[in-house]
């Protein structure tokens, strides 16, 4: 059954690809036949679906709503376009920004929280957005892997490791993946004002600022992003925790927005903002990727990586590098690196060597991975799914266009850099 998992896998990501107004309902689809084939059984449907991410987004979606009502994001749109020349700065600007929260708070969270400030600047220009929140995504995903708790991926193999929060900065007398992921960020940064070189339409200045009309939904996404922060700190908490703490905070939000109102519009306008489609589109995801890890193709995917070096070290770093960029750019990132963590350690130990550098390279090419295509990555999915919302259609190329080159200008730079600070 692992090559027909495999090549419904392969077919539903092509026609997800082909077919991008369909994406949702492919990939439930999808996921449905996995499971009524038996590829992959009753009793491991829930544990392959991440819940923590589905409630995250509809937990923050719901407060970003309450935020945007309160006219926060136009305020902060005002504030920037202020400070930036033109266009092109704006969208380097957007992605900055969100590649510095998404060093400290989970990459759907994230975008979910940037994207409004994006689309009130364009909105302001009268630009289209999609270059915006395209940019925001995969800075996101790149920053994930910075510190210790950016993304579920550097979560697990600090764990592994026993490393602590300041081990990302500095490791074993030498800089760590911070830095590495830091120098990724500036060329990628350089590789979008090329990209979006042509983009010279001055930002008009204006001495009026937009004026908050509520500064509550400020203070709810601040505190989101604050409990998420200290969340990551908390040893052996439960796998739903950051899910929970954005849907409780969504219904803080909820309360105080019937009290200040007194009508149920004020309850049911935000949840009708929640993105079902996205969030249906992911639960594909993940019954996908549960039922192609159940039929052994990860596990053979990760020990054919492993093989592949031949002994060699830089052959083998070199293998996992790039083929988990590949990889990631398809599947899931968490199965796999909790998948190759142990494979890793079993090779270091059969061939007496120091294994961190190839760790780092696993963190590394399976984080920017997902910056490779559409659906890639949860914060892509995300972002592609609010412009959706709002009339806006994302073809593969314009995707393509910025997710490869920005990929291309992150990891290289980080490949050269971790080898000679670990592998030399």
Same mark, same amino acid.
């Given at each position: ?15 997800m ?27 491991? %449907? ?26 926060? #994001? ?29 060093? *400290?708070?989970? /990459?759907?969270?994230?975008v979910l929280?940037?994207? #409004? ?10 630009? /289209? ?13 790149? !920053? ?6 950016? =993304? ?9 490791? =026993? ?27 350089? %590789?979008?004002a ?19 009309? =509520?500064?509550? &939904? ?56 929640? =993105? ?12 996908m990727?549960?039922?192609?890890s159940? !039929?052994?193709?990860i ?42 963590? #142990? ?8 061939? /007496? ?6 760790? *780092? ?37 314009? *995707? ?12 290289? &730079?980080?490949? %050269? ?5 670990y592998?030399?």
């Amino acid at each position: 059954m692992m090559i027909g998992a495999l090549i419904l896998f392969a077919l539903t990501y092509v026609l997800m690809l082909a077919f991008s107004k369909y994406r949702p309902y492919i990939a439930l689809a999808s996921g449905l036949v996995f499971i009524v084939t038996g590829m992959l059984s009753l009793e491991n %449907i829930f544990g392959s679906v991440d819940f923590n991410v589905l409630l995250m987004i509809a937990g923050t979606m719901g407060t970003v709503a309450l935020f945007i009502e309160s006219k926060m #994001p136009e305020l902060l749109a005002d504030l920037i376009m202020s400070k930036i020349p033109n266009v092109k700065w704006a969208i380097v600007a957007m992605s900055l920004f969100s590649g510095i929260i998404s060093a *400290f708070v989970d /990459n759907v969270a994230t975008v979910l929280m940037v994207a #409004p400030v994006a689309l009130e600047i364009a909105k302001k220009l009268k630009v /289209n957005p999609v270059p915006f929140i395209i940019s925001i995504a995969v800075s996101s995903n790149l !920053q994930g892997a910075a510190t210790l708790v950016g =993304d579920t991926t550097a979560i697990m193999l600090g764990s592994a490791l =026993d490393m602590s929060f300041m081990d990302f900065f500095w490791y074993k007398g030498r800089p760590g993946m911070f830095f590495a992921v830091e120098l990724g960020a500036i060329l990628s940064a350089v %590789i979008v004002a090329f990209l979006f070189r042509k983009e010279k339409a001055p930002i008009p200045k204006s001495g009026e600022l937009t004026k908050v009309n =509520d500064f509550v &939904p400020t203070l709810l996404l601040g505190g989101t992003i604050l409990a998420l922060i200290i969340a990551s700190f908390i040893p052996n908490k439960p796998a739903i925790t950051n899910g929970l703490i954005c849907c409780v905070i969504l219904l803080m939000g909820l309360v105080y927005n019937f009290i200040r109102k007194r009508t149920a519009e004020a309850v049911v306008s935000p949840l009708k903002t929640i =993105d079902f489609e996205t969030i249906g589109l992911l639960l594909g995801l993940f019954i996908m990727i549960g039922g192609i890890s159940e !039929q052994g193709v990860i596990d053979a995917a990760a020990n054919l990586l492993a093989k592949a070096g031949g002994g060699n070290v830089f052959v083998l770093y070199t293998v996992i590098v790039w083929a988990s960029v590949l990889i990631s750019a398809f599947i899931d990132n968490i199965p796999y690196v909790a998948t190759m963590i #142990p494979v890793i350690g079993g090779l270091a130990a059969a061939l /007496n060597i120091d294994p961190t550098v190839l760790y *780092f390279g696993l963190l590394s090419g399976a984080t920017l991975g997902g910056n490779c295509t559409p659906i890639g990555a949860s914060a892509n999915i995300t972002g592609i799914g609010i412009l959706r919302k709002e009339g806006y259609t994302v073809k593969n190329s314009d *995707f393509f266009k910025i997710g490869i080159p920005f990929t291309l200008a992150a990891i290289i &730079p980080a490949y %050269i850099l971790l080898w000679i600070m670990y592998g030399v």
